[in-house]
Each structure stands twice: as C-alpha cells, then as structure tokens.
C-alpha cells in the first residue's frame, strides 16, 4: 500500500509510538467519527425527514419493487443477501487472511481486518440507536433483530469486496484485468443493496447510508495501516542509522 500525505503527517507526528498502537488508536478514533456520521444522519431521517416527501419517495421505491417481483427474480434476491450475510463475509474474509499471512502480507491482512471490524462496529452502534422499522411491504426473508438503518449486507460487501479490489489491483499489470476486478467489486454491492430493497428488508435510504458505513470503514482502515506502515518504516531507518554510527565509533576505536 502506498502512503499519503495524512498518513505521512500522523506518522511523523506519532512516529515515537509503536505502529500497531497508532493502528488502532486511528481505527477507534476513525469508528467513532464515523458512527457519530451516520448516528446523525439516521436520527434526521427518523426525527423528521422521513415525515415529508423523502420518506413517501422510500415507500413508493418499495412499493415499486413489491409490484416487479416474480418468481424467477425472486431467487436472485437471496443470492443478493446470501453472498453479504455474515457467515459468508466471515468465510471469505477468513480465506483471505489466511491466504495473506501465509504470503507474509501482514499490512494486507490487518487493512481487511481493520476494515470489516470498523464496518460492523459502526453498524451495530448504530442500529442500536436509530430504530427505524423495517419497511412496510411483505419481505422475502426473516427480519434480524436490528433495525432497518442501515443495511449491514451493503456495508459489508462494500468494506469486503470493495478492500479485496484495492488489495488486488495493485499487483495487477493487465488493465484490462484491473478493469474487471474494479466492475465485479463495484457491482456486488450494488446487486446486494438492489437485493435488500426487492426483498422489503430496507429502504432505499438505508442502504444509501451503508456507502457511507463501507466506504468510510475502507477509509479509515487504509490510513490506520498507511500510518503504521509509515513509523515502521521510519523506525527502521533509525534502526539502520545507529547500527551506522555504532560501527562507525567501532572502526575510529580501532
């Protein structure tokens, strides 16, 4: 992964602390900034907005979708919310690691592990204190016992498949191929969010709200492990210095 100026500047600024404390501290802090984001957003959506147009235009898209299903598009929409439910982002992102800590891509594996962490803890926090009810259409599938903001399939298949795209990309020399990693990364999301919305389990404001919990979740993990990257890297050049002058003082010596 490449630095920024961000992560350059909170590393020279932290560059005294150990790179796996100034990790976590930015993903907590980031987490945080983030819930409060999305915390505010929920309760104007749930306090007020959705008693105006905004709300009806919510409705009338899940009216839209309960009047479009069929039988043969309704498999697809549990296909949608089966490839982001939790067993299966936990599935894939332990195959992931895994396959990463054998390579010894330790900075690629804590940046998917920070980020599906970061992901979930917003969205928990956050569906504990937005109570928004589940739409009022018949739904395909068993409600869980969180709220309807946001969608916690979209958020995850965003930090998951979105972060294996930006894991995978770089080491890709094909354009044509990066193009196509980008696509498929980009389009599991959207047909996990269309899946939510034909299913009735969300509105369409819920999984707009999970773009910003995936998206910023993918943001806050590429700084935490940029910045570690960082004060390691400058740790190491003022390891390789003092090993240098130690030999240095030792030749004069001689």
Do not use: C
């Not at 498949?161 to 990693?181: D, E």
């Not at 980008?182 to 773009?211: E, Q």
């Amino acid at each position: 992964m490449r630095t920024d100026d961000t992560a350059h500047r909170l590393g020279r600024r932290f560059q005294d602390h150990h790179p796996a404390t100034v990790a976590v501290g930015i993903a907590v802090t980031g987490a945080l900034l983030l819930t409060l984001i999305v915390v505010g957003i929920g309760l104007s959506l749930t306090e007020g907005l959705l008693s105006g147009p905004l709300g009806r235009w919510d409705e009338r898209v899940n009216d839209w979708f309960l009047a479009h299903r069929t039988a043969g598009l309704d498999p697809w929409a549990h296909l949608g919310s089966t490839i982001a439910m939790t067993g299966s982002v936990l599935a894939v992102a332990a195959v992931v690691v895994i396959a990463l800590l054998i390579a010894r891509r330790w900075s690629d594996a804590a940046f998917l592990v920070t980020a599906l962490a970061v992901e979930v803890s917003v969205f928990l926090v956050t569906t504990v204190l937005v109570a928004r009810p589940r739409p009022t259409v018949p739904q395909l599938e068993p409600a869980p016992p969180t709220s309807s903001f946001p969608s916690g399939h979209t958020a995850a298949a965003i930090a998951l498949y979105v972060g294996l795209a930006m894991l995978l990309s770089p080491h890709v020399r094909s354009t044509g191929l990066k193009v196509l990693i980008w696509a498929v990364a980009m389009s599991i999301p959207i047909f996990v969010a269309v899946s939510r919305v034909y299913a009735g389990m969300h509105h369409v404001t819920d999984v707009l709200a999970s773009v910003i919990v995936g998206g910023g979740a993918l943001i806050v993990a590429s700084l935490a492990i940029r910045t570690a990257l960082v004060i390691r890297d400058a740790h190491a050049v003022g390891n390789d210095a003092t090993d240098d002058r130690v030999l240095v003082s030792g030749e004069v010596a001689r």
